[in-house]
């Protein structure tokens, strides 16, 4: 009877993952999906400091299994992307004529002050991936896929979110006079208020892409898919470089400033798409029709020896399963005697390496000095080191070091030997002893400059040649 109903279990068990498992493993998948995260262009500008922004893609896609793990997606979806440019920085452009006083030639100075910009571009792509799938029970599956995506940016904009321009003239032939508050010639301080299209645009571009994520089967057509996805565009959001600078006067109408963005102007000539975050999806799926087998005599022949031989092989298991049991129970007893003692070897391989990274800790680290003088200059964690140290030696006399002074290349290659390597060994000595250190534990010696561990050619560099180090005899 045990048997028996162990065969049921196994019996049921089967059909219930034979048929759940058509609901996390379908041939066809059609969603809609949304993501948000870190959406936004990576640029350079010239005067400017970028700074990333987040936004979201949303789109359509579908997926086609050619098996249970490879398969081929493709999809429409809308990219939002935003960045921020902050100016603070002025320019001047000379020689030029001014359309109310052709005769006379002026100095343009243009500055920002605080000045943040606001871009974003919105992209309508075609993505196109390989699809990798992973069935891990009857409701859940991982899923990734990795391709390409064909980028359309269909429009984008700017906006000045805070901040100031300002346009000044100054009149060389005029003995340098200086106008700056005349915006009817075009001089003058303006708030934030430019909010104008990005024409500067490509028609197509394209980005490589990859995701990846779980999805969990809701019903037996549908389900619902969490993940993280990445994209980064290969190719330039920019038609091309503009020659323009983001401030001019208006060449015919002075009391005008034609203020141009970041991307239509001579700021940046390069902008690439960069997108990645966690993406949610709802899906359809289904799988494409098959012909139902007919019914095989054999096979349900077959089918009922196998049923006969899991029945007996269920009862030898059992026979077997007493046996088990007692010589588990002598290998457990046996285990734990061998647990005891590797617990103890393990304590003393411990209580080695323990004392042998200690000492790597001591030697890896060096005590600067100043340009020709002695004063330690520890930071905290070496100096909790160093004290550590001084307490072991004081607890075991038959530890010996040498401390070895070091110094940069400025001034007399043999005084630097003889005197301030030695100097700075003895320091810290005198350092140890002071902590209770015996003194006849400690040896001093002195390599000048002869070992330096950076190239002598900066302040930086030299301090960090005067230096002094600690190794064990």
């Known amino acids: 009877m045990k048997a028996n109903r162990i065969i049921s279990l196994f019996a049921a068990a089967a059909l219930a993952i034979s048929v759940s498992a058509q609901q996390s493993a379908h041939d066809n998948y059609f969603g809609l999906y949304f993501g948000g995260g870190l959406n936004t262009m990576i640029y350079k500008a010239n005067n400017g400091e970028q700074q990333i922004d987040c936004g979201f893609d949303a789109g359509l896609y579908y997926g086609r299994f050619f098996n249970k793990t490879v398969g081929l997606g493709v999809g429409l979806q809308y990219k939002w992307a935003n960045a921020y440019t902050t100016y603070n920085w002025n320019e001047v452009t000379t020689g030029l004529t001014h359309p109310s006083n052709p005769n006379v ?66 009149f060389p032939a005029l003995g340098n006079y200086v106008i700056e508050n005349m915006p009817e010639h075009g001089f003058s301080t303006y708030n934030t208020t430019q909010n104008a299209k990005i024409n500067n645009l490509v028609t197509v571009g394209g980005s490589v892409i990859a995701d990846l994520g779980f999805r969990v089967a809701l019903s037996k ?37 034609d203020y141009r963005g970041t991307f239509d102007s001579n700021e940046t000539g390069k902008a690439y798409l960069l997108h990645c975050g966690v993406k949610i999806a709802i899906d359809l799926g289904w799988d494409d029709k098959k012909k139902e087998p007919a019914v095989d005599e054999e096979a349900e022949r077959l089918a009922a020896e196998q049923a006969a031989a899991v029945e007996a092989e269920a009862a030898r298991l059992a026979a077997e399963k007493a046996e088990q049991e007692r010589l588990a129970a002598e290998k457990a007893e046996q285990e734990r005697i061998a647990a005891e003692k590797a617990a103890a070897e393990k304590a003393e391989q411990e209580r080695i390496a323990a004392e042998q990274a200690f000492k790597q800790n001591v030697e890896a680290i060096s005590v600067h000095f100043d340009i020709e003088g002695a004063k330690l200059n520890m930071p905290e964690a070496e100096k909790a080191i160093v004290d550590q140290l001084c307490e072991k030696m004081k607890a075991d006399p038959s530890i010996k070091i040498v401390i070895t002074g070091h110094t940069d290349n400025y001034g007399d290659p043999e005084q630097n030997l003889r005197y301030f390597g030695m100097k700075r060994a003895e320091s810290l000595k005198a350092y140890m002893v002071n902590q209770g250190v015996d003194a006849s534990q400690i040896r001093c010696e002195s390599k000048g400059q002869n070992e330096p561990i950076a190239p002598n050619d900066s302040r930086a560099n030299r301090a960090k040649n005067r230096r002094a180090n600690i190794s064990f005899e």
């Open 221 to 257: 057509n549908c389900g619902m898919y969490f993940g993280v996805y990445g994209g980064y565009g290969v190719t330039n959001l920019l038609d091309k470089p503009k020659a323009e600078e983001m401030i001019m006067i208006n060449a015919s109408n002075p009391s005008v400033i």
């Open 105 to 170: 030639t002026y100095n343009l100075t243009t500055g920002f002050n605080g000045f943040v910009e606001r871009q974003n571009i919105g992209v309508l792509s075609i993505p196109i991936q390989v699809l990798f799938r992973k069935t891990l029970n009857d409701r859940a599956a991982f899923m990734a896929g990795v391709g390409l995506a064909i980028d359309f940016p269909i429009h984008g904009a700017y906006t000045a979110k805070q901040g100031t321009y300002s346009t000044t003239g100054v």
